[in-house]
């Protein structure tokens, strides 16, 4: 199959379907006739607004995340802005199927409505990036630029994203750094489509600013200032947000998801296929046997996860686990990769280390045999012996690399995560064994096809 | 038992009887007749000197070995020396019960008679260390000196030299490294005792320097030399020999060996017993039990011995050791220790290590991915990933230590001793296990009871 076919393909996958359309825009109508409603009957000056990728008709079949965001008028204090807006939240939301509080910078209220998931965000109606005052402000001015600039190219960013999720690089959370929508949204506007983005891969990592809105025009200093401070953060790419030249759109991709989607673009260019948008399940295989095959062996701590949300957690665990690659090397263990994550509840830390047990007696060189160290020496050792002038004696040191980390982790000698430290203390440290639920973690990690780019 | 009852002790086990002595005097008087008749009948002008510690009757009671000397005018020429000595050597021994011929500086004859083995050494007449022109020539001024000078003190000779053979530090020989049999006569006139001899063990080796011909007043220049370059080579201690100011009588001792003295003399003087003289055959346990308990490795490498004397032999083996340790620590692996030898034919080289294998893959750094190398990199290898934003990739690499040593022996990338190089080549390799007649040896090494001190 040439692209052309592919893509076809995989559009009529991703596309959403006339029916699924029409399910989509009565679903907006009646969350919008209900949201105005309450905001009626509370007398608040408040309009609802349809922001995401459902409001930029961006969205991938099947994939109808709502985001309704509720805009105060600027002149509200942001105290009010918080009570009232979580307030006119749990109302509208009494009125849908059932909700919980979620919070970000401020509470917010989430709840589901025929089967789909509905965020209810209070913010600020702003006009323009001068009246931005809360993280979330400018999403109503990224959902009105993508409308006035997409141009019909949504199935392009459709592509993209799915592109994008198939190989692992969609999603600007911190724990992912990733590709946001945003992102695979202006990348369609500036190079026209889903093609030319991946031909751009190298070119646009070279020219490493991207510039849509036009703010090293506008804005010279404020969008310079923008631009030095993320290049010395070194962030692979420095795309000035069109709605406000004090952001980087791009600040939170990280250049390993950046390295994937620009492998992945090369290999879909020379031989394209439809699973680097829907890749088969990686094939996992027995990772004992994947340890006997590298001869290498498997440090695994599992633990409670402290009650923290992946952005904070995942850090910590990353943290940690260098602090434990950094440890074991002093105590003459290699440390040949480590992955942490959390899954069912457990938090865990795996190392790859390259044996199981160091030697149990270490030669311990002494000093000359006719001094008075010499003599202290003599008397302080059961085997001593002399080579040249020196005296030499045998020691015996903790073996196992379980021990030692459990030693290690007592005498407070790894650097760990400020939030897990606790939790990291009362945890299984398991060697060669992993529970049944992180086998197919182990597995990947082991074989490196977690990350292996020619996966 | 004091220390006066212990060395009673010793003393009736080692001073030869009345009817030893009677023995011996009557083999000295046999082969000098012997030899006399034999000069007289090849027309020689040559006389027969007895040397060594049955000449100077400081030997051990059943230790008989006879050196008798064959002495022959300065003016020989050196060529007729050798033929004609070696000639008269086979002419004496023609008489005796069987003998071979050995090599040293010149060849001589090796016999045997009446169950004594009887070494036949050609050398000149010297008077005095001027005249000295091989290196067996001094012989005959050393037992001179040592008859003058010894005044009765025959037994202390008799204990010194059993204690040092007792704590395995005699014998001068290159491979040994201990005190020479001349060398305890020296400290005995020197110290008065043997007890003193012990007593000394410190002071001599703080004072350094031992005169007991008074060369430092009667020949300062020339005994200054021989200060001056046993102190540069830093050797234990510097003895100047009292018949000859250009040498060191402890050339040849080690500070391994001084040091065995060292600790073993304040041993005795704390706790005397016994055993220091005559010590119970180390007790020899399972060699690969050690090897469990001690978590470690052991590499041996097993070969015909080349024909060469152990003064060759033994230094090329610890020099091929050395090599070893050093290209092994380059691949990974710990030499915690070594030992060679000789046993029945086979010459060896013990290795413990500590792991028998490393990690079967490595991590290999690569570039940054987006630059020319680093698309090589990508190309080049299997699994690759990235981590911040250089690639990685794990590589393959060799094992078990058997395989790495062969290897390195292949590749030439061990430097051997120059004479044993082909027949380490042609070694087997073996991993925790060694021949029969090897277990004691592996065991008295891994334990460290060859050298222990307290052992």
């Not at 724990?175 to 489509?193: D, M, P, Q, T």
């Not at 995560?417 to 182990?442: C, F, Q, S, T």
Request: overall charge neutral.
């Amino acid at each position: 199959m040439d692209t052309d076919d592919i893509i076809g393909e995989i559009l009529d996958k991703i596309r959403p379907t006339e029916e699924e359309r029409a399910f989509v825009e009565s679903l907006m109508m009646e969350l919008k006739a209900i949201a105005e409603e309450t905001i009626e009957s509370l007398g608040l000056d408040v309009k609802p607004h349809f922001v995401g990728s459902l409001a930029k008709d961006t969205y991938l079949a099947g994939d109808h995340d709502v985001d309704l965001f509720l805009t105060f008028p600027l002149d509200t204090p942001l105290e009010k802005l918080r009570e009232k807006g979580l307030e006119l939240g749990k109302a509208i939301a009494e009125r849908l199927d059932l909700y919980e509080i979620a919070y970000a910078e401020h509470p917010y209220v989430r709840a589901r409505y025929r089967g789909v998931k509905v965020d209810l965000v209070p913010c600020y109606d702003v006009k323009s990036w001068r009246d931005v005052r809360t993280a979330v402000d400018r999403s109503i001015l990224h959902n009105r630029w993508v409308l006035e600039n997409l141009g019909g190219r949504n199935d392009e960013v459709r592509l993209l994203k799915r592109f994008l999720k198939g190989i692992r690089a969609y999603g600007s959370e911190i724990y992912i750094r990733g590709f946001s929508g945003y992102f695979a949204e202006i990348l369609v506007i500036k190079y026209g489509s889903f093609l030319e983005v991946l031909k751009n891969a190298d070119f646009m990592l070279r020219q490493k600013i991207i510039d849509p809105g036009n703010w090293l025009k506008r804005e010279y200093e404020l969008a310079m200032k923008t631009v030095r401070r993320e290049a010395e953060a070194d962030k692979p790419l420095i795309v000035i947000d069109p709605v406000d030249p004090r952001r980087n759109v791009a600040a939170n991709l990280g250049w390993e998801k950046y390295g994937r989607f620009y492998f992945k673009a090369y290999q879909f260019l020379e031989s394209p296929g439809e699973e680097f948008f829907f890749p088969k399940g990686q094939e996992v295989e027995d990772y004992l046997a994947e340890l006997r095959k590298k001869g290498t062996h498997l440090v695994t701590l599992a633990f409670d996860a402290p009650n923290l949300v992946e952005d904070v957690l995942l850090p910590q665990l990353e943290r940690s686990a260098r602090g434990f690659e950094k440890a074991l090397s002093r105590e003459g263990f290699n440390v040949l990769g480590w992955n942490v994550g959390r899954s069912s509840g457990k938090a865990f830390i795996m190392l790859e280390v390259d044996r199981r047990e160091r030697e149990r007696v270490k030669i311990k060189p002494g000093p000359e045999f006719f001094t008075e160290r010499g003599w202290d020496f003599y008397r302080k050792n059961e085997r001593v012996w002399i080579r040249g002038k020196r005296l030499f004696a045998e020691k015996r040191v903790k073996e196992n690399v379980i021990d030692v980390i459990t030693e290690l982790i007592e005498k407070n000698q790894v650097g760990l995560g400020k939030g897990i430290r606790e939790a990291i203390k009362g945890a299984d440290v398991l060697l060669n064994y992993v529970p049944k639920e992180l086998e197919d973690e182990a597995y990947l990690f082991l074989s490196r096809e977690k990350w292996n780019l020619k996966g």
